[in-house]
């Protein structure tokens, strides 16, 4: 009797692995996630297609930057200052 025991709970624990693994190994067919990942497939290539327009159009309307004498004054100014404070070592306070 203990040895029909022993045959029949290694059957069903194998049976379970077999199971386990094939679902772990195939995946569950559902129909919500594959909706999900097919939406996203769509949602990925409307980006990339936006992505490409912006990159064309900025190609096109770009052009070069040009600053009046007082901005750019201003500009190295501040650069200046920044460069001062880290070397001052207050860069710490830059973040906050």
């Known amino acids: 009797m203990k040895r029909c025991f022993t045959s029949i709970r290694r059957w069903f624990l194998t049976l379970v692995t ?8 195939l995946g569950c067919n559902d129909p919500t996630v594959r909706k999900m990942e097919e939406r996203n497939q769509e949602f990925g290539f409307f980006i990339e297609q936006e992505l490409q327009r912006s990159r064309n159009a ?24 920044l460069d001062s404070m880290v070397e001052r070592g207050e860069w710490q306070g830059l973040f906050n």
């Open 18 to 25: 077999i199971v386990f693994s094939s679902v772990a190994f």
């Open 58 to 81: 900025s190609k096109v309307e770009l052009g070069p930057a040009t600053r009046s004498p007082a901005q750019a004054a201003d500009m190295d100014a501040e650069r200046r200052e």
